[in-house]
């Protein structure tokens, strides 16, 4: 299954003001018209969603959402508010939220929210370690099963998974996962949503990659990863860091 590949920016809860969101936003949008293939996804802090503006390649993103669709939710946003503001793809389930005390009950809710107002949900699963043994792969395998439970085939195939290792998260190059290994626990991941879903389903949904994600580990993470895109943190926050990994995503030939 080809994908068109994708890269997320999380700016996390970055900047610190309105008219840096801006001028970020607006680099991005301007570099993104000589993309060929990539689309990007801009997360930025919901504050700041109007520092964005959607285009054919550039797509509004949230970094969290609530289950509701209103109510008497103190400081909560919800899906149909977000969906109102242009938002097409919703973070559900980062580890720094899950970190919070969001557990896979909560990001399975909002997911299934995330779908309910016609948005993609971003799923993001990981380890906290990748222990030699292999017992980060059944953590996984139930982070799946748990994260996705009743969602019915269709929902399936509307949705995004982010395989984002805690340990590699924040790092640097050199701390993010190695390609080979990437690759290996893409195909796990797929032999999971296999067993759940069957084959052809479990192929039709993309798998991005994050953790470190950097300049010199974006083109051999694509190209032996067997994954469709990125979500990436500290180096979406500058034009000079950013460009060169939606650079070798959008020049990747699967
Ligand atoms: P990083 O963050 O690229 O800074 O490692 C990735 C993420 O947390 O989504």
């Known amino acids: 299954m080809k994908f068109r590949p994708l890269v997320v920016a999380n700016w996390k809860m970055n900047p610190t003001s309105l008219k840096e969101a801006a001028l970020l936003g607006k680099s991005l ?63 559900v389930g980062h580890s720094e939220r899950r970190a919070l005390g969001e557990d896979d009950f909560l990001v399975n809710k909002k997911a299934r929210a995330i779908l309910a107002e016609g948005m993609t949900p971003i ?26 439970k009743g969602m019915s085939k269709s929902d399936i195939t509307k949705i995004i998974l982010a395989y984002e290792p805690i340990w590699a998260i924040g790092k ?48 051999s993470l694509m190209r032996e ?6 979500l990436v943190g500290g180096a979406s926050l500058s034009v000079k860091t950013f460009v060169p990994i939606v650079k070798a995503v959008d020049s990747f030939r699967s």
């Open 29 to 91: 949008s301007k570099l993104s018209l000589s993309f060929k293939k990539a689309n990007l996804v801009i997360a930025p802090p919901t504050i700041y969603l109007s520092a964005v503006k959607p285009s054919k390649k550039v797509f509004l993103g949230a970094q969290n959402v609530f289950w509701d669709k209103s109510g008497a939710y103190t400081g909560e946003i919800s899906p149909v508010q977000l969906s109102e503001r242009g938002v097409s793809y919703v973070i």
């Open 123 to 148: 799923i993001c699963i990981g380890e906290l370690e990748h222990d030699s043994q292999g017992k980060y792969l059944a953590f996984l395998s139930n982070q799946i099963k748990s994260s996705l």
């Open 172 to 219: 640097d190059a050199k701390s993010a996962m190695e390609a080979n290994d990437l690759h290996e626990t893409v195909l796990y991941i797929q032999k999971v949503l296999s067993e759940l879903y069957g084959r052809a389903v479990a192929h039709s949904i993309p798998i991005l990659y994050g953790g470190s994600v950097k300049e010199e580990n974006a083109e």
């Open 225 to 230: 990863g067997a994954i469709a895109g990125f």
